[in-house]
């Protein structure tokens, strides 16, 4: 088969073609009637005032952006004043906290150095206690021990007395006393 010759309008179809016309009406075809609906669409448009409809549309719907616009400035200028306002008052807790902590210290170590003190005075005075009763032992001690002493020297003294003396020498003994208490 033989390449077929480019066709178109003008060209005449080969044997065996099929040739194939676009419809016309009033001399137009589809492409121009789109082109004249367009052009009786927006001249409708003019004539009945419907770009000026649609402009104060589209001016209300600026307007109303525009309002959202100033109202999220605003909103926003007062979120960065709420801000600033919340970052001033963490820093003044902040602040005020270590402020509680540095006093809540020097009270750590006043109550500290006072129990220190406190306790220091207390060990003196149990070891004070401590050893006067110590020294009041020893005291008690000392006289039982003299009381057993003492005790001793008189049984001792009975017993060496008894052994030396009868009632002949005790006899002596008492008159020689009573003899020098009445020269006195």
């Known amino acids: 088969m ?11 179809a080969e044997p065996g073609m099929i040739e194939h016309s676009e419809a016309t009406a009033f001399g137009l075809n589809p492409g121009g009637f789109v082109a004249l609906s367009m052009i009786v669409v927006i001249a409708l448009l003019i004539w009945k005032g419907g770009f000026k409809a649609i402009g104060s549309s589209l001016d209300k719907k600026i307007a109303s952006i525009r309002a959202q616009l100033d109202e999220a400035t605003k909103l926003r200028a007062e979120a960065e004043a709420l801000k600033a306002e919340y970052q001033a008052k963490a820093a003044a807790a902040e602040g005020e906290a270590k402020a509680i902590v ?4 020097v009270e750590a170590q006043a109550i500290l150095a006072k129990a220190k003190a406190d306790t220091e005075t207390l060990i003196e005075r149990r070891q004070r206690m401590a050893e006067d009763k110590i020294a009041a032992a020893e005291r ?7 009381a057993k002493a003492a005790g001793a020297a008189a049984a001792a003294a009975a017993t060496l007395i008894a052994e030396k003396h009868g009632a002949e020498s005790d006899k ?9 208490l009445r020269l006195n």
Do not use: M, Y
């Open 140 to 146: 008690a001690a000392i006289a039982e021990v003299r």
């Open 172 to 180: 002596a003994l008492v008159d020689k006393t009573i003899a020098g």
């Open 2 to 12: 033989s390449a077929a010759p480019h066709l178109n309008a003008t060209t005449l």
């Open 102 to 105: 540095e006093h809540a210290q």
